[in-house]
Nanobody, 125 residues
Framework: QVQLVESGGGSVQPGGSLRLSCIASGTNSGMGNMAWYRQTTEKQRELVAAITSGGLTDYGDSVVDRFTISRDNAKNTVYLQMNSLKSEDTAVYFC???????????????????WGQGTQVTVSS
């Protein structure tokens, strides 16, 4: 059974940085496409960033040029480097993954089979 575990969330002031990690376990063949989504009580879950197994990436419009998604396939880990954080980035961040390898980075939310428990990111002065 594949499990995803996020870490790295916390509180930071506006303009600060955080790095989230998501470690996958329970797979011998590695993960396929991976993504980060975020959700608040006011908004539906939205795409933050996505990455193929080969490293192609895609980003939500609100985080382009501020966030960077990357992965280390040897460690079954995907990262989200978040810079220039804003108060509107405050949310619970979820890691999603699938064992399937798609050529495109941007997938439907329903394409991700596995989800982590989420990690809270709070941006506040």
């Amino acid at each position: 059974q594949v499990q995803l575990v996020e870490s790295g969330g916390g509180s930071v002031q506006p303009g600060g940085s955080l790095r989230l990690s998501c470690i996958a376990s329970g797979t011998n063949s590695g993960m396929g496409n991976m993504a980060w989504y975020r959700q608040t009580t006011e908004k539906q879950r939205e795409l933050v960033a996505a990455i193929t197994s080969g490293g192609l990436t895609d980003y939500g419009d609100s985080v382009v040029d501020r966030f960077t998604i990357s992965r280390d396939n040897a460690k079954n880990t995907v990262y989200l480097q978040m810079n220039s954080l804003k108060s509107e980035d405050t949310a619970v961040y979820f890691c999603g993954g699938t064992l399937r390898r798609y050529t495109s980075a941007r997938l439907k939310h329903s394409s991700y089979t596995y989800w982590g428990q989420g990690t809270q990111v709070t941006v506040s002065s």
